[in-house]
């Protein structure tokens, strides 16, 4: 699983209809940073996932990718490659708190 933030949505008229009536949302992978970084770090790539868990733009969510993302429930049939598997409520790495939501 990956980290991401929710930075948009994608509207799609035409697609397979085994995507009908599933959100999709726009993702900007996180990682942390090395021991002094405060925080998450955008990365410059984009992903688009099919969102599982109704996030909204602006929130930090957990996805899959590849063969794992169709392991979500509801997904094993359909053609994707990245699933939005979770909404995170905080991160902890070296000892500190790098995330929390403002919920």
Known sequence: MFLAKVV???VS???DP?????????LRPLQVGDEN???LLETKNTVIAV????AAVGQ????????????????????????????V???????KT???SEK
């Open 8 to 10: 948009g949505q994608v």
């Open 13 to 15: 008229t035409q697609k």
């Open 18 to 26: 085994r995507l009908v009536g599933k959100k999709l949302a726009v």
């Open 37 to 39: 970084a405060s925080g």
């Open 51 to 54: 969102d599982a868990c109704s």
């Open 60 to 87: 930090i969510v957990m996805y899959a990718q590849g063969s794992s993302a169709r392991q979500a429930s509801g997904m094993k049939e359909l053609p994707v490659d990245a699933v939005v598997v979770g909404i």
């Open 89 to 95: 409520d905080n991160v902890e790495a070296f000892s």
């Open 98 to 100: 790098v995330y929390k």
